[in-house]
């Protein structure tokens, strides 16, 4: 689901003419205390709007949820009778570009097919494909006017994606008057789907979640529901503190005008569309771009990206077009697991992908605080995180055995060792080697079967035609993970082979690191 899925009711209001209008109640309130502030406009509002009412859920169609094939075709027709994005841009001020809107079916019948933008001609690399003027990009600046507040808003307890997911929950509510309609249009459209046609992981039902069974993905699909549920909490600060929505809603409380599950689709809607824009002011650098994505295809190995530049926002391509072939653009540095939960896709050549290992030194060791100093002076952490990237896995082993080798060292003599040593910890012993490595072997080789699939059953699923997206796109992230966790576990195999006496048992360590 994306902004739009937010056909709301009209709201109608029996306002008392005898009560003070509310804004004039809140101009005599000091906005150094938001609370306050709230809590005396909050109590203004319940005198004046006496009717006040939610969005209604039968006018809210909602990502994942199935409707009628007939629904569907009605919304198909108006979104072909309309005026299409591109030529109300053109309208608003976007100069001549090299690109045109075409359609990729959708894996769901029931739904439009997704747009895209393509090259309208052959285009060479550095080509200007676009460039968007400023009157046409949301950002902060834009929604809250006043830059100060901005600031004030987006390094306290709220997003900049909530701030724009409640603005456009608004302009959504004016329907065609709003000046953004086509744009939420194309929202509506999209309904928060990546170029795969996959909705982020935030919206998927618990049962679709469990194909991420054995990844910690899963947890952190959770953990982010549960920060986007405290964003909500705090919309309603935010409304009475940004003048500028407050005058232009005054009766529409975010949190009863807009239901939890409304804001988390139009948050995630915003989070698949959103542009990081690089050098420009804190209240422009979340910008929503019509023309950019999801609209553009994303890629790891791409290096073009959008730019602010004056006046606008604009696209270089970095490498030659035909006619008709999609524009992509750089995703920054994000590895799949963020490709998935931000904008619903896995690219299976990232070369930015890469999975998370969590050392910690075991803080019943009676060594503890002397461990402790020794990884601090080789710039390590108690709990450590090893980034285990794509390409790099026998590197990153080498890189954690130091590490693990500290927690094993027990005899008291050796650690005087250790600490007047500089440098990493060496080797100690063969035997102490071999169970610095087991355990590692080990520990992959469980990472390896907590997934419910193998690595060669993921192959053969995916290599099925007729397969739900979601699981599909759920299977790439999967098969990636395992990939990088086998030539983990095949390096450290490896390293074991080559000690100089595998009859050797592995030395005891009742305070092995802990290894998660």
Known sequence: ??????????????????????????????????????????????????????????????????????????????????????????????????????????????????????????????????????????????????????????????????????????????????????????????????????????????????????????????????????????????????????????????????????????FVAVQSCVVHLQNVSLARRFALVPLGPPLLTYRSNCKAMLTAVDGGVQLVVDRPYLAGQSIVVWCGPQPNSKLLINYGFVDDDNPYDRVMVEAALNTEDPQYQEKRLVAQRNGRLTIQTFQVKVGKERETVLDMLPYMRLGYVSDPLEMESVISSQGPVCPVSPCMEYAVLDQLATYFRQRLAGYLTTLSEDEALLAECDIDPKKRVATQLLRCEKKILSRCLEATVDLINQLPDLSLSPCPAPYAPLLR
């Open 1 to 266: 689901m994306d902004v739009a899925y937010l056909q709301l009711t009209k709201c109608l209001f029996n306002f008392n003419s005898t009560h003070h209008h509310p804004l004039s109640v809140l101009s005599r309130v000091s906005i150094s205390n938001p609370r306050d502030y709230e809590h005396n406009a909050r109590r203004s509002l319940r005198w004046g709007a006496r009717n006040m009412c939610l969005a209604s859920s039968s006018d809210t169609l909602v990502s994942g949820k199935s409707s009628s094939p007939t629904v569907a075709s009605k919304k198909d027709q108006e979104f072909e009778e309309e005026e299409d994005l591109k030529s109300w841009m053109h309208k608003n001020g976007l100069p001549p570009c090299k690109v045109v809107l075409k359609d990729r079916k959708a894996y769901d019948s029931r739904h439009p097919p997704i747009h895209y933008v393509a090259a309208s001609e052959d285009l060479q690399a550095g080509d200007t494909v676009f460039c968007v003027p400023n009157s046409l990009v949301v950002t902060l600046e834009r929604v809250l006017g006043n830059e100060t507040i901005a600031e004030l808003l987006t390094t306290n307890k709220l997003s900049e994606l909530a701030c724009l997911a409640l603005y456009l929950m608004y302009e959504k509510k004016q329907g065609k008057e709003s000046v953004w309609y086509p744009y939420i249009r194309e929202l509506d459209r999209q309904r928060g789907r990546g170029q795969l046609a996959v909705e982020s992981p935030l919206l998927w039902s618990e049962s679709e979640l469990d194909y991420l069974t054995g990844s910690p993905v899963k947890d952190e699909v959770l953990e982010r529901a549960d920060g986007i549920r405290r964003e909500y909490s705090e919309l309603d600060t935010v409304w009475f503190m940004a003048g500028s929505l407050f005058q232009q809603y005054p009766f529409d409380i975010p949190t009863e005008a807009f239901s939890f599950e409304i804001f988390k689709q139009a």
